[in-house]
């Protein structure tokens, strides 16, 4: 397997100029935004070799990253852009970001520190490959975004990035989805007796158990309760064709009913 690395080059910070809507912006904003898109994109590679390498990162796992990361980077950036909404008191239990200093910010610096620093936490448990690609996009994004800067404005933006960083990962740490052990199979889990009760399909020992069978019960992002769609309850499991349930799983499915015809016929062929 070849080593995780992601390395930025002032040619492909200042690719994509049309991106996004940017080529309405004055220059020195075109170039700031340039930079931060880019930043957002380099980020973003890693992120995904990331997840490819870390033995816990299911769907659902990368899933729940993927949205605390997005959030991490519009954050670091509205607090920063009076027309970008945050999202806190939209989404549930996310407080008031913490507001910037009454200084100049680089765009660009604030959102990398502040991806790394998140990405650093979730991914904590990655490999020595996964750390080892972390700390060498932070050192190259460090020696590309930092040059000709002054050390105060590195130092303010790497500051309010990390502090925005430090408070989404504050918020997603109590969402019931921030441990996962044993790669998201429960140690413990009393199988169902009951037909429609979970039944393992795998051979592999760790694999007896469901994966994050409780996972159903995290905070949710966009909606206030778990009742809050209003859905009727399913319908009782049944396996009689003809039921509604057994209408749904075959729709669902794409299966089509047996039919008895040409299992009768297949049978006389194999007989």
């Known amino acids: ?21 940017l080529a309405a912006l004055p220059l020195p904003a075109l170039a700031e ?3 931060a898109e880019a930043v957002l994109a380099q980020w973003y590679r ?10 816990t990162y299911s769907p659902p796992v990368a899933a ?11 954050e670091a950036l509205a607090t920063g852009n009076a027309s970008l909404r945050s999202l806190a008191g939209q989404v549930p239990d996310l407080t008031p970001l913490p507001a910037r200093e009454a200084a100049p910010h680089e765009e660009a610096l604030v959102l990398d520190a502040a ?17 080892r690609a972390m700390e060498a996009m932070r050192s190259d994004m460090a020696e590309t975004l930092e040059a000709g800067l002054s050390p105060e404005l ?9 502090a925005v960083a430090q408070h989404i990962l504050d918020w997603a740490a109590g969402d019931g989805g921030a441990v996962i052990e044993n790669m998201g199979f429960p140690k413990e889990y009393t199988l169902g007796d009951k037909p429609e009760s979970w039944r393992p399909t795998s051979t592999i020992g760790v694999q007896q158990k469901p994966l994050l069978p409780h996972w159903g019960t995290n905070r949710p992002f966009a909606i206030p ?6 859905l009727p309850p399913p319908p009782p499991y049944s396996e009689e064709p003809g039921s509604e349930f057994y209408a ?13 015809r040409a299992q009768s016929h297949r049978a006389v062929l194999v007989g």
Do not use: W
Not at 46 to 55: D, G, P, Q, W
Not at 65 to 72: M, N, R
Not at 154 to 162: Q, T
């Open 1 to 21: 397997m070849e080593p995780l690395r992601v390395t930025p080059t002032r040619r492909r910070f200042l690719q994509g100029a049309a991106a996004c809507g």
């Open 64 to 74: 729940r990253s993927f949205a605390y990361l997005g959030i991490t980077a519009f």
């Open 248 to 260: 749904q799983a075959m729709g669902i499915s794409g299966l089509k009913k047996p039919d008895r």
């Open 154 to 162: 590195v130092a303010v933006s790497r500051a309010h990035g990390a």
């Open 225 to 230: 309760t778990d009742g809050a769609c209003g």
């Open 115 to 131: 991806l790394g620093a998140a990405m650093a936490v979730l991914f904590g448990n990655t490999g020595p490959m996964g750390l």
């Open 46 to 55: 890693l992120l995904i070799e990331l997840i490819r390498n870390t033995a």
């Open 33 to 35: 935004a340039r930079a």
